[in-house]
């Protein structure tokens, strides 16, 4: 599997070829256009991910600050036939058009475009951009947990090429859409290469959820935020939100969601080993009556605790009166 997607997008040819031209012209994104209308040509998943890289460079998953300024310039002198100067979009016009753009395609209003956002900007194949699930996001990180499980079949706690394939099959068949082996493995590829911040030929927890978004973390607001005033309702509204069974406890893959979540608010690049560090920390500490799972009570203690920290870090007082009694 591995040889297969190396071949798919390994090696120079055209690519190379078109990448030589964009360099001697000096605006990269001048080559995807029609020479007729100077509208974009439908870009490959392959040129896609030339572009991204092409604009990304300092390889963090943002097109950002003086990246993004250089991509909007390209994206709007490559409409013209040859480069005319910079004269050609003054720094007033600039800002303008940086403002007017980010509205529409910034969706989470970062200030940078993400892997996802420039998928709704360049037009793709229909198939490609169903993979972004930007209109169907999980519902919760406790989903995105149930999807690890069952894609990750050997269990060696990474998504690996044949297993990223297999998932992007359920989501194009899930959309009741159909695309050829070939196809199918320049995808495979072409999102490995994309998401895998490391460069380790596969993907760990927190690159699986970039590809996979989830709608909400339900511990952002206002739990673990520098919240100096954390109240019983807050945590009996978190506690039901991931006590999907209604069992009186966290525990499974409610509990690997929970922490899925608490490490995506302290820490950018973890696996499933972190995950596996802090849950046995958690209920060390947090497991009173060491059966495995978290109760109601027990995560009062730890979200207190963890709030407290929260806020001491920001500066916040936290007051001792607003915390609500253990049962």
Excluded at 52 to 64: A, F, K, M, R, S
Excluded at 237 to 260: H, M
Aim: one cysteine or more; aromatic letters at 10%.
């Amino acid at each position: 599997m591995a040889d297969a997607v190396e071949e798919v997008g390994g090696g120079g040819g055209v690519g190379e070829m078109k990448r030589k031209a964009s360099r001697a012209d000096n605006n990269f994104l001048r080559q995807f256009r029609d020479t007729q209308s100077r509208q974009f040509k439908q870009f490959t998943a392959s040129q896609f991910m030339e572009v991204w890289n092409h604009y990304d460079l300092d390889g963090n998953g943002y097109i950002e600050g003086k990246e993004l300024d250089g991509f909007l310039r390209e994206f709007v002198s490559s409409v013209n036939v040859s480069d005319v100067g910079q004269e050609a979009l003054s720094e007033t016009a600039m800002a303008h058009l940086k403002e007017v753009f980010m509205e529409a395609y910034d969706d989470n209003k970062d200030e940078k475009i993400d892997i996802a956002e420039l998928a709704e900007i360049l037009p793709t194949d229909e198939s490609f951009l169903l993979l972004f699930r930007r209109d169907n996001p999980l519902p919760s990180s406790i989903e995105f947990m149930k999807v690890w499980r069952k894609y990750d079949k050997d269990a060696s706690g990474f998504i690996e090429a044949d297993e990223l394939k297999e998932f992007l099959r359920h989501l194009i068949v899930e959309a009741k859409q159909s695309v050829s082996e070939e196809k199918l493995l320049e995808y495979t590829y072409t999102m490995l290469s994309l998401f895998d911040s490391n460069k380790d030929g596969k993907l760990q927890l927190s690159e699986m959820a970039r590809l996979l978004p989830v709608k909400e973390n339900y511990l952002s607001e206002p739990i673990l935020k520098g919240a100096s005033r954390i109240t019983k309702g807050d945590i009996d509204r978190v506690f039901d939100q991931y006590d999907l069974d209604r069992s009186g406890t966290i525990e499974d893959e409610e509990l690997s969601g929970f922490l899925k979540d608490l490490m995506d608010l302290s820490q950018k690049e973890y696996g499933t080993s972190d995950i596996q560090v802090i849950r046995d920390a958690i209920l060390e500490f947090w497991d009173v009556n060491h059966d495995g799972k978290i109760s109601r009570s027990e995560l009062r203690m730890l979200l207190l605790q963890q709030c407290r920290l929260a806020a001491e870090k920001e500066g916040i007082p936290f007051e001792e009166d607003n915390q609500p009694e253990v049962e």
